[in-house]
């Protein structure tokens, strides 16, 4: 993939003018043409280094559509199927207690009567995880270490099983949705499944036959790095303050590392498969929830959406411009991919300004609206 054009982004750049962004990246494949734009500094008030194309950033939940190409490509290569009990791969989950309430206490539970599957994990129905109401059950996944975060925990793989063993589901398998924690589960069913270790599975399925090297557990070096921020009481604040770790468990629901060329080429193959079959695809940008799970969805998914394989997936044409089929996600760190089969087009925002508010998200608005000037006067 050739870089063709560069993108004007006048939005964007307003915002980097103002100092709402310190910098950031853009990416977009439309039709024939690749375009790249990148503004800004790798730190706020102009320090750091200039961005660049090669200038890399975390990618927190845009990790999770790499985990659909992934299991994508062990399901075509019949490794696994989506029917497939978790227990098969992770007996440690097996069984586990449910709530009798999303917002019940933690010894109000009943016996789990719906065996989880692979596609539970896949389309986050399985139980596992939380909404955006803080309740007994999140605050205990924050004490036991496996709540949400832009980066990975520092657990072992044991460890995290273990822990959330110790906690009810928050529901039963498929009576509703709940967000991040099926994906961190699948990629250690995935490893288990396909015989290898997350990261090395990514390079060699994923990363390695698509050109995108830089998207990768391993942190860049400083030079290439645009650390993750955010806004507290108007001072910026790194996420990372002493760097990355790197005893971070290695995780699709927020692990990777990115530069925005790469970033494209990865998300591309939602749209133009490269290396996986086109069924195979297809299955994962599929619509996948009930109106039950859809409703369960509604703090997450807005009018218009319901959730596939590890991606959101429109249902109708968006105002803001993806249309109907398009696929993506986001990342708290503030980064953005949005594949759309109908307009030929995929799209990558990253920049390192966390979703601390509404200040964060404008960035997101200004950049859908950069990419919807490529349809020209609607």
């Known amino acids: 993939m050739t870089f063709t054009g560069t993108l004007r982004c006048r939005r964007l750049d307003a915002l980097v003018a103002d100092g709402t962004l310190p910098g950031y990246s853009v990416a977009v494949r439309n039709g024939a043409d690749v375009l790249l734009a990148v503004a800004g500094t790798s730190e706020p008030d102009g320090a750091g280094r200039p961005v660049a194309a090669d200038t890399a950033y975390r990618l927190a939940s845009l990790s999770k559509p790499v985990a659909a190409l992934l299991t994508a490509g062990l399901v075509a290569d019949g490794v696994l199927v989506p029917e497939d009990p978790v227990g098969r791969w992770l007996p440690e989950l097996d069984g586990l207690a449910v709530l ?89 069913l995935l490893e288990r499944a396909a015989g290898g270790l997350l990261p090395d599975l990514v390079a060699e399925r994923v990363t390695g036959p698509l050109d995108a090297p830089s998207v990768s557990f391993d942190a860049p070096p400083p030079e290439r ?18 760097g990355p770790r790197p005893d971070a468990l290695p995780t699709l629901a927020a692990g990777l590392w990115g530069a925005a060329p790469d970033v494209l080429r990865v998300l591309d193959e939602l749209v133009r498969p490269a290396t996986l079959p086109v069924e195979a695809v297809a299955a994962a940008r599929r619509p996948a929830l009930t109106d ?61 300004r ?9 960035a997101f608005e200004a950049f859908l609206a950069d990419v919807r000037d490529l349809d020209g006067p609607r």
């Not at 645009?226 to 996420?239: H, Y």
Request: overall charge negative.
């Open 100 to 188: 009798r309430r999303p917002d019940g206490p933690l010894t109000d539970t009943e016996d789990q009567a719906v065996v989880m599957t692979v596609h539970h994990l896949l389309t986050m129905t399985s139980g596992l995880g939380i909404g955006t109401d803080a309740t007994p059950l999140t605050r205990a996944m924050e004490t036991a270490g496996v709540h949400p975060g832009p980066v990975g925990p520092t657990l072992t793989r044991a460890e995290l099983l273990a822990r959330f063993a110790a906690l009810p589901l928050t529901f039963q398998p498929g009576a509703g949705w709940a967000y991040h924690s099926s994906t961190e589960v699948l990629g250690i």
């Open 225 to 242: 790095r645009a650390p993750a921020l955010f806004v507290e009481d108007g001072t910026w604040r790194p996420i990372e303050p002493d």
């Open 292 to 352: 039950v799970q859809r409703e369960s969805a509604a703090d997450f998914l807005p009018p218009g959406y319901s959730y596939g394989w590890q991606v959101s997936v429109a249902t109708e044409d968006d105002p803001q411009g993806p249309r109907a089929g398009a696929v993506g996600w986001s990342g708290g760190t503030g980064t953005l991919g949005v594949a759309d089969p109908a307009a030929d087009r995929t799209s990558v925002l990253l920049t390192n």
């Open 354 to 362: 966390g979703l601390d508010g509404p200040s964060g998200a404008v």
